[in-house]
C-alpha cells in the first residue's frame, strides 16, 4: 500500500502517472518494446519530449526566445555549468546565500569568476529569507543566481528580485508550484525529482538574448548552446518521460493557477496546526515560510523520534528533518494530495493529545 510521502526528494508522484507508467512500461503503444528500450531518436521519444516541452511553453507561458533542455548531472551540476558558460574570469556575479545549496552554488562560481555574495541567512541558521532592501548587489553583475525554495530550511522567496541584471534561479523544490515572472530571468534550472519527475533528467530554461553572453570556447557537453542548437547526445530518456506525464497531469489538473491554490490550502492547514499551540514550533521565520517544505519541532529531540516513528507507523512517512537540521520536514509538493496534509494534521492533534 502506498503511504503518505512527505520525502523531500526523489518526492512523491501522482499516483495517476505511476499506474499509467506501469501500465506501459514492457510495451508502450504500438512499439513492441518500452519507451526505455528504444532509441532517444524515435519517432516515439521525439513525440514525448515536443510534448514535454510543450506542455512546459503552455504552463509557463513560455514564448519562443526559450529554450527548454533535458539535462543530466543534477541541480550540482548547474552549479558550475551556470558559471562556466556565464562568469568570466575577470566577471563579477551576484549570490544571495539562503541555505544549503546556495553556499554549493557560491563555492562553484567562484572557481570561474568573482563573486558578490549580496546577502546571506547563514547568522540565523537559515531561518529567513533576507529582505531585498538589505542587498549589496554588485554594479555590472553578469547576473544574480538566488534559491528560490531552500529545500533544508524550509525557507521561500515570497516574491521574485527585481534587480536590474538577469535572474538566475535554482528552482529545484518549488519548480511549477507558482508563476515566475519570466522576463526578469536569464536562466531557470531544477532537478526533476521534487516537483516534476524522477530523478535523472534536470530542467533548464535558457533566454535566447542571455545564452548568446556565453563565453565561446566552452567544452561541447558543457555548453548550453549545444544542447538549445540540437539532440546532442542520449538524453535522460525514461525520466523525460515521465516528466511529460506529470505536466501533462498538472495541465489536467488546471495548470499553474490550480495547483497555486491547492500549495496554499496545504500549507495554511499544515502551519494553522503548528501554530495552533506551542506544542510544534515552526523553524522558519513567519514572513519566510516554504509552501513546499515545512520544517519544525517538538519540545525536545526525543520527541521529534518518537513523533517520527509514530507517524511512519500510521503510514505518514519520510518525516525525518534534513541530517544536520534534524527536527521534521514534511515535504508537500504539487503531487502531495491534500489528504495526506490532512492525514498529518490529525496525526499532530493525536500526538500532541498523548504527548503534550
Ligand atoms: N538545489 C536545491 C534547492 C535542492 O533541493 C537540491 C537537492 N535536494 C539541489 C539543488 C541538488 O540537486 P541534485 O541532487 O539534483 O544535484
Known sequence: MRGHNFSAGPGTLPTAVMEAVRDELLEYPNTGASIIEISHRSPQYTAVAASARALLRKLLGLGEEWHILFLQGGASTQFYQVAHNFLPSDGVATYVNTGNWS??????????????VAASSEDAQFSYIPSEASWDVAEGSVYLHYTSNNTIFGTQYRSE??????????????FLSRPLDLDRYGLIYAGAQK????????????????????RPDLPTMMDYGTHAAKLFNTPPVFAVYMVEKVLRWLDDLGGIPAI???????ADLLYGRIDRTDFYSSTARADSRSLMNVTFRLPSPELDAQFIAEAKANDLLNLK??????????????????????ALVSFMDDFEAANG
Open 195 to 214: 516537483n516534476i519527475g524522477p530523478a535523472g533528467a534536470t530542467v533548464v530554461l535558457v533566454r535566447d538574448d542571455f545564452l548568446q553572453t556565453r
Open 103 to 116: 553556499t554549493k552554488a557560491i563555492a562553484e562560481a567562484r572557481r570561474y569568476g568573482g563573486v558578490q
Open 260 to 266: 497555486q491554490a491547492v500549495n496554499q490550502q496545504k
Open 161 to 174: 528580485p527585481t534587480v536590474s541584471m538577469p535572474l538566475v534561479c535554482d528552482a529545484s523544490s518549488d
Open 321 to 342: 528533518g534534513y541530517r544536520t537540521v534534524g527536527g521534521i520536514r514534511a515535504s508537500i509538493y504539487n503531487a502531495c494530495p491534500l489528504a495526506a496534509v490532512e
